[in-house]
DNA sequence: ACATTTGTTAACCAAATGGTTAAACCGAAT
DNA sequence: ATTCGGTTTAACCATTTGGTTAACAAATGT
């Protein structure tokens, strides 16, 4: 029973870091507060975690290394370049969704943390973009879509997706829009975007 | 010449505050850090402004007040559709390229404190969208492009020009590149943005 | 010249915060 | 039953941090 508990004390504190974290950033995060969410006390926090670096870094490794397999998943796969594409819009922007913190997170703390990019560049598993970037290539070769740098489909395709969910609130505001209309305006988007970026490349 | 004096002590404390705010955040910010680099005494500093708040809401709402004209200069404007578009694209990114703090930072405080966007809500004159909106619906009408719901070409936009730069530190890691490489994909972006917009929804 | 207001500083303070310590608790092996 | 390991807690500590105070300096008005 101890060694349950014991994971199950670990599963509660990764849990609440992870929520704290994740909403208020590094320096907006209060342990006292982990541990209140956490339901334990703030000394059992520190000898799980010996101090707040370790925790962090141990959330923000775990929220990194969410972001790779998902983009390999679709990127990575055999599917046609334009069911990729419309893949991709539909499955992450769905992903998103449900981790709308990550990606503002995951910028914020690498802005913040330049020295960790290079801890991430060892260990990480990172996205494979040789199929995706020789698809393209072949794609253009054979006419089926006008030229463009592969990098450059790349930005397109994620910002299209991320931007519009990680900038949500400066939307919102900018566009007077309420939440419930902002939401249905991104859940177009899951077939809008890759329509939009498939009118741009394809030669009909 | 105590006028000026004061003027100038307030340009530095407003200037040193832009440049730790814009850079750490709220939280992440000290009064401390930010007197040092006005070259003051922090006691002088809440001579000045009150709180932190009350000088972080100076250099926020300061920040926010240059999106909006920026935004209205381009769409607001008499331009052919094609060209706004195009122009957007070049004006923007070099615009954000000069401020590439600012996205990230008002989203982000946007986030933490969304009881602030009452208070903008007021205060600030907004993007007009009406005549780009006039401009689209226009458009489609007439058969010079294909129907989009003019909301969604505005975040495609937005997320087209900003993203890249918002997220350069994702981006890089993700990609493997080096600073150099990525502000070369940047500048061509001024171009290729439009181009790849225009393809999207132009019909031939 | 003198008083008054404005700008500036050094020293100080209370609260918050990350982290530590020493003791208590608890299940399991002896 | 007792010891022993890991787990958990309450109380504590040192430092940081936003903010204040009181005194000094420099303008400004009369």
């Known amino acids: 029973m101890a060694e349950s508990n014991k994971e199950n004390t670990e599963n509660k504190i990764l849990n609440a870091a992870k929520a704290i974290f994740q909403s208020k950033g590094m320096d907006g995060s209060r342990m006292q507060e982990i541990a209140d969410k ?3 006390n703030k000394a059992l926090l520190h000898y799980y975690y010996r101090s707040k670096q370790v925790l962090f870094e141990a959330v923000f490794s775990n929220a990194f290394s969410l972001i790779a397999p998902q983009l390999n998943k679709i990127l990575d796969s055999d ?35 330049p020295g960790f990019i290079l801890k991430l560049k060892e260990k990480k598993e990172f996205p494979n973009f040789e199929k995706f970037t020789n698809q393209i290539n072949e794609y253009v070769e054979k006419g089926l879509i ?14 299209l997706n991320l931007f519009p ?10 566009l007077n829009l309420d939440d419930i209309t902002y939401k249905k305006l991104i859940e177009d988007r899951k077939t809008e975007v890759a329509e939009f970026i498939i009118h741009s490349i394809k030669i009909k």
């Open 165 to 174: 969910i990680v900038g949500s609130p400066l939307f919102k505001l900018l």
């Open 38 to 40: 956490a339901g334990i």
């Open 79 to 113: 599917l046609d370049l334009f069911d990729k594409i419309r893949g991709f819009a539909k499955n992450y922007i769905s992903f998103i969704s449900k981790h709308p913190y990550l990606p503002n997170f995951v910028i914020n703390e690498l802005h913040r943390n």
């Open 146 to 159: 006008r030229p463009i740098a592969p990098e450059q489909l790349f930005l397109n395709l994620i910002s």
